[in-house]
């Protein structure tokens, strides 16, 4: 069973539907019991790092959910998501993230790059995502396939060799981390058409 935290319930939803559409068995998990049972975990999208992280500590879901990681059970996070398994994020001010990858969450700085008088905010829309190595979640998907991403924020890992995908909005950013059992994605799975399915269909069968 997959089981998707709902600290945000719509974003949960979405993602719970995508994983239905494809005969995986998903579940929108609010209780530790529920939690513990699920063979495979999600954090989804959040349109609040802070929101978010208080919810999984409010719940006592950190004790569980570090628990899951250490007995090596797949963990995706999409978008903010993975954003939440980094030391530090300075959305809405600094904030403690849940340290599973030792990094941080910050805006993108175009300072000294002269495209940086072309490049809006937020990055929403389609953009390509280059492979740096291979990995499970992105079997059988062609390095430079495109997928949807919204956000203005991005995770930098302390260690590089945890960055499996980059895309680039003026700068180079991470597009997509992988630390043992935990995997995370900039962009939006749910809302990145056949790609995204499959990048869903390769979670389900890990």
Not at 82 to 105: A, C, M, N, R, W
Not at 131 to 146: D, N, Q, R, V
Not at 186 to 194: A, R, T, W, Y
Request: proline share 5%; hydrophobic share 40%; net charge negative.
């Amino acid at each position: 069973m997959i089981g998707i935290l709902e600290y945000e319930t719509a974003e949960a939803e979405a993602v719970q539907t995508a994983f239905s559409a494809l005969g995986a068995d998903a579940e929108l998990v609010n209780s530790i019991d529920r939690l513990d049972r699920c063979s495979k975990l999600v954090l989804p999208p959040t349109s609040s790092f802070r929101s978010a992280v208080r919810f999984i500590r409010d719940r006592g879901f950190v004790t569980p959910l570090m628990r899951a990681i250490d007995q090596r059970r797949p963990v995706l996070g999409m978008a903010q998501g993975l954003h939440l398994l980094f030391d530090v994020s300075y959305e809405e001010g600094q904030h403690t993230g849940l340290g599973v990858i030792p990094g941080k969450v910050a805006p993108f700085n175009f300072e000294g790059h002269p495209i940086a008088q072309k490049t809006q905010l937020p990055h929403r829309g389609w953009n390509q995502v280059h492979w740096s190595k291979a990995c499970p979640l992105f079997e059988g998907i062609e390095s430079g396939e495109s997928f949807y991403f919204d956000h203005s924020f991005h995770a930098e890992p302390l260690d590089i060799q945890l960055v499996v995908g980059r895309s680039n909005h003026g700068i180079d950013f991470s597009a997509a981390v992988w630390s043992g059992s935990v995997v995370g994605t900039q962009f939006l799975p749910v809302q990145s058409d056949s790609a995204g399915a499959k990048v869903l269909r390769n979670f389900a069968a890990i």
